[in-house]
């Protein structure tokens, strides 16, 4: 019986000695690996490139950024007008200034500086620099931008050299959201018409259109007819009241 307890106590013993030493083992410490700082991503401003051989020196600290040649007053001879790129910065980039010029023996004197018609380098948002294009047909000077984010929106403007000076004389306005819907607005401010076009369109999970776009057409006539002069206006940032409750931005 002695023998049996002290047996008991040994093993008893050796059971708690074994239990203690595996308590006091420290776990191993897992550590967590350091965050990771990413720096934010600076945004480029949008870079204006200088047209190649242009047709006449730029002025000063100036850059070229488009030529078009046509004949603008009727004379049967080609005036060249020059989109500059001033360098000179606002709020929404830098400005731009449309220089007009006439040649007279062999020589282009410049006739007419207009700023406000070419908007300026940041002005188009996340699609950067606006300004898309400027060409002369049928005796005007037509004039093209593009921006906007998720919704994008589209101008083209004419303009006209009549009774001295530039005047805006036609407007198209679009603006649309992929897969949803779309409006443009044509304006000739000579006549006072709005031709309004608005449609709706649906996609499937991949992006493909699905089904028939439905297109609305009206005609608005604007009673009160403006002058406007190419000079300081800003596109986009006009209204046009059609009705009470409908407008446009041109």
Known sequence: ???????????????????CKKTEEPKPIIESPAPIESEPIAEEPPTTKEIPNPSIPSPATFKNI????????????????AVYDTKREGDLGTEREIHIFKKKADKWDLLHKSIGA??????????????????IENGTLVIRHF?????KWSYTHRYRFQGGNWFLIGATSDSFLICEESSSYDY????????????????????????????????????DKKSILMDGFIPGSTE????????FYF
């Not at 019986?1 to 239990?19: A, C, D, G, P, Q």
């Not at 908007?119 to 400027?134: A, I, K, Q, V």
């Not at 006072?192 to 028939?212: I, L």
């Open 188 to 223: 000739n401010l000579s006549t006072g018409k709005v031709n309004v076009t608005e449609t709706k369109e649906s996609c499937d999970s991949d992006g493909n259109p699905k089904g028939k776009p439905k297109v609305a057409t009206s005609t608005f006539k604007l009673k």
């Open 118 to 135: 070419i908007l300026p380098s940041r002005h188009g948002g996340m699609m950067g620099d606006p300004f898309e294009d400027l060409v």
């Open 66 to 81: 488009k030529e078009a040649k046509g004949d603008l007053d009727g004379d049967k001879e080609e005036e060249l007008v």
């Open 147 to 151: 921006g906007g984010s998720r919704e």
């Open 1 to 19: 019986m002695k023998n049996t307890i002290k047996v008991f106590l040994v093993l008893l013993f050796i059971t708690s000695f074994s239990y």
């Open 240 to 247: 046009a009241k059609l009705s009470k409750d409908k407008s």
